[in-house]
């Protein structure tokens, strides 16, 4: 019933930028927390920014003043401006969506992900 469907990854040079988007789509009645997090090789998926239920915006402090979250709450989408990228960067960015959606009358609360999309920084 639910799709979070990311785009925007692929290779990057070191201090280069890339610009993630992620369009959650089907019979969503409301959208709680969304944000992005990233799981690079061996090690354990992470928070990179979210948006809280409050509205207000987290961040790992590896990427505090590099990553810049938005969001278009019309088109349900979020997105992750990702500057001065580091090969560290590397990862699986993955996209999550604390949500209600509508199943004939009932509205349910689920935890979603993304696909995941892959982002290299490398020279």
């Known amino acids: 019933q639910v799709q979070l469907v990311e785009s925007g990854g692929g290779l990057v040079q070191p201090g280069g930028s890339l610009r993630l988007s992620c369009a959650a789509s089907?019979?969503?009645?409301?959208?709680?927390?969304m944000g992005w997090y990233r799981q690079a090789p061996g090690k354990q998926r992470e928070l990179v920014a979210g948006?809280?239920?409050?509205?207000?915006?987290n961040y790992a402090d590896s990427v505090k003043g590099r990553f810049t979250i938005s969001r278009d709450n019309a088109k349900k989408t979020v997105y992750l401006q990702m500057n001065s990228l580091k090969p560290e960067d590397t990862a699986v960015y993955y996209c999550?969506?604390?949500?209600?959606?509508?199943?004939?009358?009932?509205?349910?609360?689920?935890?979603?992900w993304g696909q995941g999309t892959q982002v290299t920084v490398s020279s």
């Open positions: 948006f809280t239920s409050g509205g207000s915006t």
């Open positions: 089907g019979s969503i009645f409301s959208i709680y927390a």
């Open positions: 999550n969506a604390d949500l209600v959606y509508v199943v004939t009358t009932e509205r349910v609360r689920e935890d979603y």
